[in-house]
């Protein structure tokens, strides 16, 4: 029987984290994160962002960042801003950190192993710059199950490329939706989102309106009613599609709370 067709059952179970670029820009929070992250047991795969960071540094060189619905449009000098930060940096240190934890991790871009070739964005209705939209059969999984059967640990920023010689940005909630969907096939797949809210509330300010399990019709009434904004709406979008597409498990939750798992559960409903 090919590897592809095994039942869920039999299939080698991966887990995907992703984390958030607040958490990411305190030193002391990833630190914590990362011990956690080292504890997770079994193969696992760290995607992270880092645009906190990447708007600190536009500031700093005079270039003031611009968003639009949760989303970064990056020009050509936003694109050298965040690969510096995204695939240098943040990446580095963190792939330095889990070493020192005794973690063996390998940092990579999308440009590296081909892993995440994508197609730079259409300008129309809207012009995002050099954003990449990969596709989940185009993520390179033999490389990345290659990594993980090996015993390393993949930590991914999120910048892609374009099979043309030009990087991309992808929103770094995506390329962990495409991981999670195109290992799906081979391994039983759970997607975590970590960041810095106790996972999806009703009153984001308020820690105790958490949403302990949402389907889809409720996300959308919630998204509709503006309760679900911002940023949350590709998190959430990608959290579902990767559910109908293969994906086990997807937790949106604290970044303290990886291990016992305390956050928002997403589920197909009806």
Known sequence: MEEDMLPEKDKPAVSIVKIGGNVVDNPETLKAFLSDFEKLPGRKLLVHGGGVMASKLSRQLGLEPKMLQGRRITDAETLKIVTMVYAGWINKSIVALLQKLGCNA?????????????????????????????????????????????????????????????????????????????LSSTYTTRLYYCFEKEGVLKDVNDANTLIPSIDKPEYLTYRAAGVIADGMIPKMDNSFKSIEQGVSEVIILHAKNLLNGKGTRLVKGE
Do not use: Q, W
């Open 106 to 182: 390998i940092g990579l871009s999308g440009a590296d192993g081909n892993i995440i070739p994508a197609k730079k964005r259409s300008p129309h209705p809207i012009d995002f710059g050099f954003a990449g939209d990969p596709e989940p059969e185009r993520i390179g999984t033999e490389v990345l199950a290659r990594l993980l059967e090996s015993g390393l640990t993949p930590v991914i920023c999120a910048i892609t490329h374009d099979e043309a010689g030009s990087l991309l940005n992808t929103n770094a909630d995506t390329i962990a939706y495409l991981m999670g969907t195109a």
